[in-house]
């Protein structure tokens, strides 16, 4: 994100030439549609995508083009059918309710570091949802670190390939860390095709049981062994990363801006109509401006920071000449914040997503300029899985405790595979 300049927020449309690469962002709504919901098979996904993270997920439906991703998309979409909100709902309750055991006796005032919580209680949630097991302490440590490493070094990993470095010595500098997560996944799949899996018996109603029964309705295929250790690595990737990212920013801004907390927690309290127990998956369901509060905050952080799309025919963007090849970057940072889209773009105003609060012209950049989840065929499956996770922390979170700042710190943001802090996310938590 160094590399961006205060114009890159004022242009609708930027274009370089660096190390013999066509680069361009593209900010303006019109030009965005065009490439990721009107023409997508003129613009797929860039190769940078693919060979970034094939160490890790393989060739999992996020990064291939073509009939090989319809395919997949196909039986993905089968798949979360099946696997419904309401029932992977238990799923976050259980580790929502690990979240708070972990954070009740950190709620003395003391400082906590809030990204690793939110990251242990996401990829907790995709664990549960997968597999029908909570994902245990010293296996989680291990984990974490090897994705956190393998984030790390695809960000140097891009900007090096940018450089002309060859692709396969940065492949092996990719895969070191890609190993240990393909392993302890493909050895959970292969104890539930065995039949030894711990949990089994909870297991038949869990997103991997829903992935090996899906059936794409054209050819009558399934997903092969290989495909599945694909698939499931970049669904624990894509289920805890951006889940994490935002739910680290949105206490964050919690911390910030009382105001905001204070109205959270009267929504929360009203939707709880005086009961005690947990939050159900109804009463979430009544939380419109924790719904607007979240969506601010992946206005201002989205998790996934810049999408790569390539050009396969040389074509006239707005009043530039993109030649055949090109690097198309279309990032939700830019254009989330971009000065011609959103008025006071820096500012954090929940408002601006509650139906009865937002002006028309918020209401018509809430629909073109706001894509934290993509755009077109390719748009993430899991928005809704992730604002229901979301809103269940967040809930539990200040119905309890006061978040409160912690005095001189500020997040360093940097744009990895996700929007992560290089120095932390730190706030107070103190018990009500
Ligand atoms: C706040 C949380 C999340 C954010 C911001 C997010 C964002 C995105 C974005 C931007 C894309 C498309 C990127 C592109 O067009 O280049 C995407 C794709 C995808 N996401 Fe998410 N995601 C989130 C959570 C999840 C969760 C929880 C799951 C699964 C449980 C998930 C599964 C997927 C899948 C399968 C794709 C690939 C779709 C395709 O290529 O057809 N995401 N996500």
């Not at 919901?37 to 990064?63: D, M, N, Y």
């Not at 009961?275 to 009463?283: D, K, R, S």
């Not at 419109?288 to 905050?297: I, Q, R, S, V």
Request: a positive charge; proline letters at 6%; charged letters at 20%.
């Amino acid at each position: 994100m160094g590399l961006l300049n205060a114009w890159d927020f004022q242009i609708p449309i930027g274009g370089i030439r660096f190390f013999g690469f066509n680069l361009f962002l593209v900010n303006q709504p019109a030009a965005v549609r065009r490439l990721m919901v009107e023409q997508v098979e003129q613009f797929p996904k860039h190769p940078f995508t693919l060979w970034v993270l094939q160490p890790l997920i393989g060739r999992a439906i996020f990064s291939v083009n073509g009939t090989e991703w319809e395919r997949q998309r196909r039986l993905v979409d089968q798949a979360f059918q099946v696997a419904q909100l309401q029932r992977v709902f238990p799923q976050m309750e259980a580790a929502t309710h690990d979240l708070i055991a972990r954070l009740d006796p950190l709620a003395d005032g003391r400082t906590v570091g809030i990204d690793a919580e939110m990251t242990l209680v996401a990829a907790d949630v995709i664990v549960r949802t997968i597999l029908s097991r909570p994902l245990a302490g010293p296996e989680a440590a291990v984990i974490f670190e090897d994705f956190s490493r393998y984030q790390r070094r695809a960000g140097q990993a891009v900007m090096l390939r940018l450089l002309r470095l060859p692709q396969s010595l940065l492949n092996r500098y990719l895969a070191t860390h890609a190993r240990r997560i393909r392993v302890w996944i493909r050895q959970a799949i292969e104890a539930r095709l065995s039949g030894s899996a711990p949990g089994q018996a909870a297991s038949s109603q869990d997103l991997l049981q829903a992935l090996l029964e899906a059936r794409d309705p054209l050819t009558g295929s399934s997903f092969s062994l290989e495909e599945l250790v694909d698939q499931v690595c970049f669904l624990f990737l894509a289920g805890h990363e951006t889940s994490a990212s935002a739910l680290a920013m949105a206490v964050y801004l919690l911390s910030q801006v009382p105001e905001a907390q204070g109205r959270l927690r009267q929504e929360v309290t009203a939707a709880l109509a005086g009961q005690n127990g947990p939050l159900g998956f109804e009463a979430l369901r009544q939380l419109p401006y924790g719904a607007a509060l979240f969506n601010e905050t992946l206005r201002l952080y989205p998790p996934v920071s810049f999408f790569m799309r390539e050009a396969q025919l040389t074509t006239n963007l707005l009043d530039q000449r993109c030649p055949v090849g090109s690097l198309l970057t279309i990032s939700p940072w830019v254009i989330q914040r971009h000065e011609q889209h959103w008025s006071d773009p820096n500012s954090f105003r929940p408002e601006r997503f509650l139906a009865d609060q937002a002006s028309t012209e918020e209401r018509r950049m809430a629909r073109e300029a706001f894509l934290p989840f993509g755009l077109g065929p390719r748009k993430c499956p899991g928005a809704a899985f992730a604002l229901q996770e979301a809103l269940l922390v967040l809930a539990e979170l200040v119905r309890r405790y006061e978040i409160l700042p912690d005095p001189g710190h500020s997040p360093e943001l940097v744009a990895r595979l996700t929007l992560r802090s290089v120095n932390g996310v730190r706030v107070k938590l103190r018990r009500l």
